[in-house]
């Protein structure tokens, strides 16, 4: 079966610290992969999706960044956070069929101090 | 306008209520329809696609109305664990992206 993985589940950083963010999914190959950001009693906003390894489309200007160094892991990273960087992180993979559908991961907490 | 629009509620409903939400989107060319569970701090959970004819699981039913632009969930006999945020989803055809509307929040109250 297909799962989905995130870690850290929170982090509490200070401002200007790095940040890295990891997700990995399992049982499936070759997944489209997505990076969401959710900010207190928001929607969800898409940051970053990727349909293979080393192809990162960025959907909003930010000091973040993706790379997907294998096939099924994806990360985002920060060199410098801000305080607007916190917020609740969601990896999501897009499972085939004839509706494909996003499966979310458990998501990281992040507040940046 | 938005491109996905829920009523954020919240819906407080008592137990064994039936309760509907819609959602209207903006793009004419999207393709695929969900519905989404969200508790609280939690990550969104698949509750059920949205065909074309409609389709129904259970208590819960998804209608789809492409000549208005809106989905709709109807949630029968609610229950205290229907109690959460609802996400109305979209993909446009011809993109890799999932449009998420902000939510309706439920509250089944006993």
């Known amino acids: 079966s297909q799962t989905i993985h995130q870690w850290p589940a929170t982090l509490v950083q200070p401002v200007g610290s790095p940040l890295s963010l990891e997700c990995t999914v399992e049982g499936t190959s070759n997944p489209n992969l997505y990076w969401y950001r959710q900010a207190a009693g928001r929607g969800l906003q898409l940051l970053f999706y990727?349909?293979?390894?080393?192809?990162i489309s960025s959907e909003v200007p930010q000091n973040l960044s993706a790379s997907r160094p294998q096939d099924r892991q994806f990360i985002l990273s920060s060199k410098k956070l801000l305080l607007s960087d916190s917020g609740f992180y969601l990896c999501?993979?897009?499972?085939?069929?004839?509706?494909?559908?996003?499966?979310f991961g458990p998501g990281t907490r992040l507040l940046v101090l | 306008r938005k491109e996905v629009e829920q009523d954020p509620g919240p819906f407080n409903v008592p137990e064994g209520a039936t309760v509907a939400f819609n959602c209207t989107y903006s793009n004419s060319a999207s393709q695929s329809f969900f519905w989404y569970r969200q508790d609280c701090r939690k990550e969104p959970k698949l509750l059920m696609s949205v065909y074309s004819s409609g389709n129904e699981d259970g208590r819960f039913t998804a209608q789809l109305n492409r000549a208005s632009q809106y989905i709709s969930l109807l949630i029968r006999d609610s229950k205290l664990s229907d109690s959460a945020t609802y996400l109305c989803v979209v993909k446009p055809s011809g993109t890799y992206k999932y449009i998420f509307g902000t939510g309706t929040r439920l509250k089944v109250l006993a």
């Open positions: 999501a993979f897009l499972s085939g069929g004839i509706q494909e559908t996003q499966y």
């Open positions: 990727s349909v293979g390894i080393g192809q």
